[in-house]
Nanobody
């Protein structure tokens, strides 16, 4: 099982980036795929997740309305479209196989549960700065 994240870079506040996560060794028929980020000096934070078998998508409250997660089964790739970026979005972004299939809280926000994230890709750095 491998996940390969790409698409990070530097962008000005208000800008957009699209991250990609190429999957191999498993498909979205098996488990969900989540995006998790870690900002400098901070703990890892759940960002977004797409559930298996054309299941629902989930987001952290901080990115709702700005980020969109979607997939292309033919390319075995999960994407994270990030719009209206701000400095607080600066972080290393990781994609991971979520065997808990996108756990969420009572508000429907994707939550970080490390025990379920059993395969990680190398991160891709997103820097938002003027």
């Amino acid at each position: 099982v491998q996940l390969q994240a790409s698409g990070g870079g530097s962008v000005q506040p208000g800008g957009s980036l699209r991250l990609s996560c190429k999957l191999s060794g498993f498909t979205l028929d098996d488990d969900g795929v989540g995006w998790i980020r870690q900002a400098p000096g901070k703990e890892r934070e759940a960002v977004s997740c797409i559930a298996s078998n054309d299941g629902p998508t989930y987001y952290a409250e901080s990115v709702k309305g700005r980020f969109t997660i979607f997939k292309d089964n033919s390319k075995s790739t999960v994407y994270l479209q990030m719009n209206s970026l701000n400095a607080e979005d600066t972080a290393i972004y990781y994609c991971a196989r979520d065997s808990f299939n996108c756990p969420y809280d009572y508000n429907g926000n994707y939550i970080y549960m490390e025990r379920g994230l059993n395969s990680w890709g190398k991160g891709t750095l997103v820097t938002v700065s003027s």
